[in-house]
């Protein structure tokens, strides 16, 4: 299965041969001050209730589509990376550093949860993409370049009678400016792109914004409350937003949650696979874990 096609190649090659040489440029001009290889965490935090981020998780929802709850489940999960190559250290409020993500994002329909289950592998979705990301003060800047790729599961082909091609919009190249404000227990962010490559005739426009909260539980500072809602729109789904809301409890240190668990709930067009245009709602749980 080929994760990305000559297209994405002509793009993402030059584009990290510019970055690296550029990143060796600063770092051979005083890298004993400003600049430390292959440093460890990010700059911009994760936003844990996108569903296209580089993460580690699992959901597992109940199903509304077609205007009545269905006989089924849904499973979405993740693995991924957001890892660095240099960081620089322009002064103790200005830090920059240019990385890569990379993520698999998988999903399963449980058939008949209750009597008869059945199983099927329903999509997978690729990404892999380079970035940029800014930290001044309480504000955290990122610049992307990335590739999503969407593939229908051989369980759901199989039995859904798929014999023929299927026009694939969710395969596309995308550019995008991220910022957010972090300050105490408050993460605010929003985030702006464009298509600018599609394998099929796709409107260009993206945008996303939202919020993230943690607080400590009594007096523990290994334990804490955790929310967040998150509200995504594209042109393609004529900007109809996509609205996620959780909470739940995050386990670890600040900044770092080995293991969060929170209640979970979507409404919107299905986030993932070619069927972009569906309707759903999703109320469930989720677990995001982070060994890094």
Not at 40 to 52: A, E, S, V
Not at 244 to 253: L, N, V
């Amino acid at each position: 299965m080929c994760i990305f096609g000559p297209e994405m190649k002509k793009v993402l090659i030059p584009v990290l041969f510019i970055l690296f040489s550029w990143s060796s440029l600063l770092y051979c001009q005083d890298s004993a001050r400003i600049a430390t290889w292959f440093p460890k965490g990010n700059l911009y935090p994760t936003i844990r209730l996108d569903y296209k981020e580089s993460q580690i998780s699992g959901s597992l929802y109940a199903l509304y589509a077609s205007d009545r709850w269905q006989n089924r489940a849904f499973g979405n999960f993740s693995i991924g990376l957001r890892s660095n190559i240099i960081r620089w250290h322009h002064s103790p409020q200005r830090v920059s550093e240019l990385g890569f993500e990379l993520a698999v994002f998988t999903q399963f329909i449980f058939e008949d949860p209750f009597k008869n289950l059945q199983t099927n592998l329903f999509n997978i979705d690729f990404k892999i993409g380079v970035h940029y990301q800014y930290r001044f003060n309480h504000w955290r800047f990122r610049g992307r370049l990335y590739h999503i790729s969407a593939h229908l599961g051989d369980d759901y082909i199989f039995r859904s009678g798929i014999d023929g091609f299927i026009n694939n919009k969710r395969i596309y190249e995308v550019v995008d400016l991220s910022a957010a404000w972090v300050k105490g227990w408050w993460q605010f962010y929003g985030t702006a792109g464009v298509v600018i490559h599609s394998a099929y005739s796709r409107k260009p426009f993206l945008a996303q914004t939202g919020v993230q909260f943690e607080h400590p539980i009594g007096e523990k500072d290994w334990l804490r409350w955790v929310a967040g809602a998150d509200l995504r729109f594209e042109q393609e789904q004529n900007f109809r937003p996509g609205v996620r809301i959780s909470g739940g409890i995050g386990i670890g240190k600040k900044g770092r949650f080995p293991v969060t668990l929170m209640a979970d709930y979507y409404n919107g067009y299905m986030p993932f696979s070619l069927y972009d245009k569906v309707l759903i709602q999703w109320i469930g749980v989720s677990l995001w874990f982070n060994p890094f």
